[in-house]
T-cell receptor, first 115, second 115 residues
Framework: QQQVKQSPQSLIVQKGGISIINCAYE??????FPWYQQFPGKGPALLIA?????SEKKEGRFTISFNKSAKQFSLHIMDSQPGDSATYFC??????????????FGSGTQLTVLP | NAGVMQNPRHLVRRRGQEARLRCSPM?????VYWYRQLPEEGLKFMVY????????ESGMPKERFSAEFPKEGPSILRIQQVVRGDSAAYFC?????????????FGPGTRLTVL
């Protein structure tokens, strides 16, 4: 099964708060997990990514936490700002998949950060 | 360095007409990917192409859809005899070398509406 499940579908956070978005995957062959940020009318842009050999990766206010045994990973946005309001997609990728290069995306989380 | 370019940004077609979507990858990128995003859903992989070659078309519908990436010019996604269910945002992404871990850079998408 090539599915990635994402929750919540929408999230409203106050400015300065922590935004948390969760994803779960089924295929243990996935070995690269990027997060994409998409603003209205734009294409998705890579935000941060993690390999399953580490449990956490932090870049500025954005942190990915990874739980390999539970097949779950999450995005934490610290000190959320109104400019972070966007749709966030988790994705999974099989680096060791021969010629295939397809990203498998979650269904997206629409984040609204209130001023 | 211009990003991935897609045109048109918006396309309206009546049922039964043909839709042609164009994608110019980033400069220096020779690998192109097409994804489709239905309303309220994540992106779904359609096809992966290199110059003059289709590498992986496992996500392409069997009928009416075709893609090409000629030696010269943009990649084209062609949808024949469009139906209302084809209404979606179509995103193109490109990567430089096609290495398994290459970041895919997305264009702004083409919003197709079928009347």
């Amino acid at each position: 099964q090539q599915q990635v499940k994402q929750s919540p579908q929408s999230l409203i956070v106050q400015k300065g708060g922590i935004s948390i978005i969760n994803c779960a995957y089924e295929n243990t062959a996935f070995d690269y997990f990027p997060w994409y940020q998409q603003f209205p009318g734009k294409g998705p842009a890579l935000l941060i990514a993690i390999r399953p050999d580490v449990s956490e990766k932090k870049e500025g206010r954005f942190t990915i936490s990874f739980n390999k045994s539970a097949k779950q990973f999450s995005l934490h946005i610290m000190d959320s700002q109104p400019g972070d309001s966007a749709t966030y997609f988790c994705a999974a990728f099989k680096i060791s998949s021969g010629s295939a290069r397809q990203l498998t995306f979650g269904s997206g989380t629409q984040l609204t950060v209130l001023p | 360095n211009a990003g991935v370019m897609q045109n048109p940004r918006h396309l309206v077609r009546r049922r039964g007409q043909e839709a042609r979507l164009r994608c110019s990858p980033m400069k220096g990128h020779s690998h192109v990917y097409w994804y489709r995003q239905l309303p309220e859903e994540g992106l779904k992989f359609m096809v992966y192409l290199q110059k003059e070659n289709i590498i992986d078309e496992s996500g392409m519908p069997k009928e009416r859809f075709s893609a090409e990436f000629p030696k010269e010019g943009p990649s084209i996604l062609r949808i024949q005899q469009v139906v209302r269910g084809d209404s979606a945002a179509y995103f193109c992404a490109s990567s430089p070398l096609g290495r398994r871990w290459d970041t895919q850079y997305f264009g702004p998408g083409t919003r197709l509406t079928v009347l």
